[in-house]
């Protein structure tokens, strides 16, 4: 089986944190790119931050939006990649998906082979 699940939205105050996991099974558990979105309700699905992996190296990449609060980051033996979220901010309010296998370039959602199926992150002000 093919899947990925996201896990640790929740309701958190503004300038709380949450980390998001996004677990991996099947073939793609050992995917070489992983990647966070987020859509909120009316807009358009939007990169968050995407972790490449070359070796025994990993790469992040992390949106200007959250750059300085998000983190992402892979446990490889869980075959899980999180998203560390601190600071939060009401903007922040979103279903958080995570992502694997890109045909092209990181950034677009549209690039994306597999998604999982979301986990809410609600922030109150």
């Known amino acids: 089986q093919v899947q990925l699940v996201e896990s640790g939205g929740g309701l958190v105050q503004a300038g709380g944190s949450l980390r998001l996991s996004c677990a991996a099974s099947?073939?793609?558990?050992?995917?070489?790119?992983v990647g966070w979105f987020r859509q909120a309700p009316g807009k358009e699905r939007e990169f968050v931050a995407a972790?490449?992996?070359?070796?025994?190296?990993?790469?992040?990449n992390v949106a200007d939006s959250v750059r300085g609060r998000f983190t992402i980051f892979r446990v490889s033996a869980e075959n899980t990649v999180y998203l560390r979220m601190n600071s939060l901010k009401p903007e922040d309010t979103a279903i958080y998906y995570c992502?694997?296998?890109?045909?092209?370039?990181?950034?677009?959602?549209?690039?994306?082979?597999?998604w999982g199926q979301g986990t809410q992150v609600t922030v109150s002000s």
């Open positions: 992502a694997a296998e890109p045909k092209g370039t990181i950034y677009s959602p549209d690039e994306y082979i597999y």
């Open positions: 972790i490449s992996t070359s070796g025994s190296t990993n790469y992040a």
């Open positions: 099947g073939r793609i558990a050992s995917s070489n790119v």
